[in-house]
């Protein structure tokens, strides 16, 4: 069964910088797309950052352009988020997410918290 464990979240002042990551297991992680989603309070979903299978092809939102960076060590099975500059609007829970044989997993989360 396919696991997700998010971890890395926490509080930080505004400019200052998380780095979020994600053990996968229960699936072939380096045969997969990854990305991570976040949640602010009273908000949808959105996609922030996508990174292909062998990390050739990395495709971010406009708000994390040029702040965070997604990666990912196949050899660890993990996802990563280095995010820097952050602002209070990124305060959120972030998601890692992979979509394999059409569904749709999630992790449960860690929540970023961005405030002085």
């Known amino acids: 069964q396919v696991q997700l464990v998010e971890s890395g979240g926490g509080l930080v002042q505004p400019g200052g910088s998380l780095r979020l990551s994600c053990a996968a297991s229960?699936?072939?992680?380096?045969?997969?797309?990854m990305s991570w989603y976040r949640q602010a309070p009273g908000k949808e979903r959105e996609l922030v950052a996508s990174?292909?299978?062998?990390?050739?092809?990395?495709t971010y939102d406009d708000s994390a352009k040029g702040r965070f960076t997604i990666s990912r060590d196949n050899a660890k099975n993990t996802l990563y988020l280095q995010m820097n500059s952050l602002k209070p609007e990124d305060t959120a829970v972030y998601y890692c997410?992979?979509?394999?044989?059409?569904?749709?997993?999630w992790g449960k989360g860690t929540l970023v918290t961005v405030s002085s």
């Open positions: 229960g699936f072939t992680f380096s045969s997969y797309a």
């Open positions: 990174i292909s299978s062998n990390s050739g092809v990395t």
């Open positions: 997410y992979v979509r394999k044989f059409g569904i749709n997993y």
